[in-house]
C-alpha cells in the first residue's frame, strides 16, 4: 500500500512536488503547502549514533529582487538560515548540511553565525559544507569539475566540494560532495540549449566520481540542488517537452536521477525509504533537491522535505531543506561484487578523461571530443 500526496510547487523554482512514501509516512499539513516526511519505525535514541545530513539552497544574494520578496535583507535571510541549520526553527539541528547560491557576503555571515561549525571550502565558495566540528574530522577535501552557467559546450568549469569526514562517534569515514547543477538552457555567455546537456554530463562525472569512492569501501553522499526530478518537464497544456529537457530528446534516462542510480550501489534517499533498488523507478514529478547516498552502508531513519510552516523557515530561501538522518551500518560499504566493478581509466574521474558524447547525438552544443573533468585533492 503506498501513499501518495502532491506536494505545492511554491517553494521550489519551476517544477512540482510528488513524492510516494510508506505507510509509515506521517503527513503533516502548515505553512505554504504540505510536506511528507519518512520516519523508519527504528527510532535514534537519545544518546545513539544518528548523524543529520541536509541540503539546503539559501538563495544567492545575487537574487537581489527574489530575496527581498522572499526575506528583507540579506542578513536577515542569512540569520534565518542558520537557525534553521542549527536547530532554532522547529527543526532539529543538522549535524552536516551543503548549501548552494552561497555569495562571498552570505558566506562572511554564516561563518559568523555557524560557530562550532567547521566549513570547506576553507575559503568562500557558492557550494560550502558545513559540519559540527566537535563530531567530525576533515581528513580530505578537494573538488570535482562540471558543466555549468557559463561554461561553452560541456567543458567543466564549475566545481562541487567534497569532502572525506571522520565521524568521531562511529569511527566511520565517509564521503559528502555538494553540487548545483545548472537551471535553464538559456544562459548569457553560455549555450542555446546547454543546461539539460549540462546536467546530463555533470551526472555522469558525479556518478563516475561516486564510483570510485565507494569502492574504497566507504560510504558516498551526493547532495545538492540538481534542478531536475523524476520526469521530464512538459507543458502541461500540450504535453510537449518544455524548453529545460527538450535537448534530452524525450529520453527520461537522461535525466540526473536516471544517471546518479544506474548502478545499485547508489540511490536516492526516498528510494532508499521505500526499498527500493530498480533503476530510476519513481515516474512523476519529485523535489529539485536531492540526497543520494550508498544503501548498503546506511540505516536510513527518516526523510523529510522540511516544510515552511513557520517564518523563520519561509523567509529565509525560496528552498527548503531536505534532510535524512541515518546510521552506519556495520562492516565495509560495499560488498565483494561491488569492489569487483571494472573500472578502466575512463571511468576514474581524477585526472581521466570523460569522454564527450558527438554531435550525432547532441548536434546542439560544440563539445571538444575530449572532456577533462579534473578531481583535486587535499589532505589535512
Not at 519518512?38 to 529582487?65: E, M, V, W
Not at 536547530?87 to 543538522?94: D, L, S, Y
Not at 575512463?346 to 546542439?364: F, Y
Amino acid at each position: 500500500m503506498k501513499l501518495t500526496h502532491k506536494k505545492s510547487p511554491s517553494e521550489q523554482r519551476g517544477l512540482s512536488h510528488h513524492l510516494l512514501l510508506p505507510v509509515v509516512a506521517i503527513l503533516f499539513v502548515g505553512g505554504i503547502g504540505s510536506y511528507l516526511t519518512f520516519r523508519s519505525n527504528a527510532a535514534p535514541s537519545s544518546d545513539s549514533q544518528s548523524i543529520r545530513l541536509a541540503t539546503y539552497n539559501i538563495l544567492g544574494s545575487s537574487h537581489k529582487r527574489a530575496g527581498a520578496k522572499i526575506g528583507g535583507s540579506v542578513k536577515d535571510r542569512a540569520e534565518r538560515a542558520t537557525k534553521v541549520i542549527k536547530g532554532k526553527a522547529g527543526v532539529k539541528a543538522f549535524d552536516i548540511v551543503g548549501v548552494q547560491e552561497m555569495r562571498p557576503d552570505q558566506y562572511r555571515m554564516f561563518n559568523k553565525m555557524l560557530p562550532g561549525y567547521n566549513k570547506y571550502p576553507k575559503k568562500s565558495s557558492q557550494r560550502t559544507i558545513y559540519f559540527v566540528a566537535s563530531r567530525f574530522q576533515l581528513l580530505k577535501g578537494g573538488s570535482v569539475g562540471y558543466p555549468s552557467y557559463g561554461d561553452i559546450g560541456l567543458n567543466p568549469g564549475r566545481k562541487a566540494p567534497w569532502v572525506l569526514l571522520k565521524d568521531k562517534k562511529s569511527g566511520k569515514d565517509f564521503y559528502v560532495i555538494n553540487v548545483h547543477l545548472p537551471a535553464f538552457n538559456l544562459d548569457t555567455g553560455s549555450d542555446t540549449k546547454g543546461g539539460a546537456l549540462k546536467r546530463e554530463r555533470a551526472s555522469e562525472i558525479l556518478q563516475d566520481w561516486a564510483k570510485m569512492r565507494h569502492s574504497e569501501g566507504k560510504p558516498v553522499f551526493i547532495i545538492g540542488d540538481f534542478n531536475s526530478n523524476y520526469e521530464l518537464s512538459l507543458e502541461q497544456s500540450r504535453g510537449l517537452l518544455t524548453e529545460r529537457d527538450r535537448a534530452l530528446d524525450g529520453d527520461r534516462t537522461r535525466l540526473p536521477y536516471c544517471i546518479l542510480t544506474q548502478n545499485a550501489f547508489l540511490q536516492n534517499t526516498t528510494d532508499i525509504a521505500e526499498n527500493r533498488n530498480a533503476h530510476c523507478p519513481l515516474t512523476q514529478g519529485g523535489p529539485i533537491d536531492h540526497i543520494y547516498a550508498t544503501p548498503s552502508s546506511i540505516q536510513l531513519l527518516s526523510w523529510t522535505d522540511v516544510p515552511a510552516n513557520n517564518s523563520t523557515i519561509r523567509k529565509a530561501s525560496d528552498h527548503r531543506p531536505v534532510v535524512i538522518e541515518f546510521m552506519f551500518k556495520n562492516g565495509p560499504a560495499v560488498g565483494p561484487e561491488a569492489r569487483s566493478i571494472e573500472m578502466s581509466e575512463d571511468d576514474i574521474p581524477t585526472r581521466s578523461v570523460i569522454r564527450a558524447k558527438n554531435q550525432a547525438k547532441n548536434n546542439q552544443l560544440e563539445t571538444p571530443s575530449d572532456v577533462e573533468a579534473t578531481d583535486e585533492e587535499e589532505a589535512f
